[in-house]
């Protein structure tokens, strides 16, 4: 299962991450940063919006306290899907040691937990860890050559291109949620991104939180009303 | 105007970014311990969680910033369309992308 969740992780979406962390290290280099920095914020932070809000910041010489607030907030998400992304592998009924652990929540981010969401049904609960550690370590790695690549092909590659890849990011993660199983879950993706395109041009980043909570409360309390 | 930071604060700054990531990550992990599983409230945080991410890559293709920007949100918009009416029918995850993939090249460059 372990070699399964490689193969399935050397596919879509390895690229598709490795693409994405190639613009964000585009948008790092333009801000400032050295080729280190770059890479050890990709390994460190793993979570795209918080990366990009910090490079953004960065860019435009803010305080260091207005960069720990908004990345902060930018990345606040990653508390529920490491709760749900726990609920989805049940780690609770099986003994996972401790370093295993770190490793497992370190890499919890958009892509890996869209993943085992969308492959829970097909994959029997006792591999779904296997097949998670497999394809977190392979999308981590092709995040951090993305990262790489992205910070010395800048110059070379054109904007057509470029935009094409960095396209497929969002276009696979909405495709995983939207195909989720669970009637709940597929009513919120739809909800939430409506809302965040009403919020959006009044709340800023603010409207992920705000979208976030007020579709998913609709959505739970639409199945429970029945 | 750009202000330059010192050596020292560049790395500070990745550090609290860092930082900024892994503490709720940790806060997850403890909630975890003292949740009730298939309860209401994980049920909620689920949804909460779906509808966050999709809010996430919704602001990221209708408001983007870089080099995503240079292209129309009618576009992003018909080639994301496209790829769920693919989903919804082929229910192959990897020809919906293709199909999207390639529209969104047709369309941003040709039209």
Not at chain 1, 192 to 203: L, N, R
Request: aromatic fraction near 14%; include cysteine.
């Amino acid at each position: 299962m372990y070699l399964r969740g490689i193969i399935d992780a050397i596919n879509v979406p390895g690229f598709a991450l490795g693409s994405t962390m190639m613009g964000f290290s585009i948008i790092a280099k333009e801000a400032g940063f050295n080729i280190w920095m770059v890479m050890l914020t990709t390994a460190s932070v793993w979570g795209m919006p918080g990366q990009v809000a910090f490079a953004s910041l960065y860019a435009v010489g803010a305080s260091l306290f207005l960069i720990f607030i908004a990345v902060t907030l930018a990345n606040m998400r990653m508390m529920l899907m490491v709760i749900s992304g726990a609920n989805i592998l049940n780690i609770r009924k099986f003994k996972v040691p401790l370093w295993k652990k770190i490793i497992i929540f370190h890499l919890m981010a958009i892509t890996s937990w869209a993943q085992i969401g969308f492959m829970k049904d097909q994959i029997k609960d006792e591999d779904l860890i296997s097949y998670y550690s497999g394809f977190s370590i392979t999308i981590f790695t092709f995040g951090i050559l993305g990262t790489l690549i992205g910070f010395y092909i800048g110059d070379f590659i054109s904007n057509e291109f470029l935009r094409v890849l960095i396209f497929i990011t969002p276009l696979y993660i909405l495709l995983l949620v939207v195909n989720s199983k669970d009637r709940t879950n597929r009513l919120a993706v739809y909800t939430g991104g409506f809302f965040a395109i009403i919020f959006y041009p009044i709340a800023g980043t603010w409207s992920i939180l705000i979208s976030g909570i007020l579709g998913g409360s609709l959505s739970t309390y639409l199945y429970y009303k029945k | 105007m750009r202000i330059d930071y010192t050596n020292f604060e560049s790395w500070l700054a990745v550090l609290l970014a860092c930082i900024a990531t892994g503490v709720w990550r940790l806060v997850g992990v403890i909630f975890y311990n003292r949740i009730k599983e298939d309860g209401l409230l994980i049920k909620w945080i689920n949804g909460v969680a779906y509808s966050m991410v999709a809010a996430v890559m919704m602001m990221i293709l209708v408001y983007p910033s870089g080099v995503l920007s240079t292209t129309m949100v009618e576009d992003r918009l018909i080639a994301l369309a496209i790829g769920i009416i693919s989903m919804i029918f082929l229910k192959k995850l990897l020809y919906s992308i293709l199909i999207s993939m390639v529209s969104f090249a047709l369309l941003v460059n040709y039209f």
